[in-house]
């Protein structure tokens, strides 16, 4: 099991951690939005929570709770321009469909 991040990703929330007194690293999952169900959702972490998951890249945490792991699972994190705004970007391998406007996604049924 593991969640990563792209070299772009790594910079961008090494330098939030850096910047952000309290934050631990990057809190990761999901939860119930949009059109297909399930949405990606990131912040910084400031607490370990029971049940977390906790991935160490080269120093900088990601924090995965233990109902989004299986949904995330093996997802590598990016970080990009897109037109006028800067955001991360997932590459799901769970994610069997995203609706058409990329803000939600599916999983097959062994995952609901």
């Not at 059109?35 to 160490?56: N, P």
């Amino acid at each position: 099991m593991a969640v990563s991040l792209t070299p772009v990703a790594f910079e961008r929330v090494q330098r939030f951690v850096a910047q952000t007194p309290g934050a631990l690293g990057l809190r990761f999952g999901v939860t119930r939005t949009g059109c297909s169900g399930w949405g990606h959702v990131t912040d910084l972490a400031r607490d370990e929570r029971e049940g977390d998951s906790v991935f160490d890249q080269q120093g900088v945490r990601i924090y995965v709770d233990a109902q989004s792991l299986p949904l995330v699972d093996g997802t590598v994190i990016d970080f990009g321009k897109h037109g006028l705004s800067e955001t991360f970007t997932f590459k799901n391998p769970n994610a069997a469909a995203e609706c058409g406007c990329g803000e939600s996604f599916t999983t097959d049924e062994s995952h609901r």
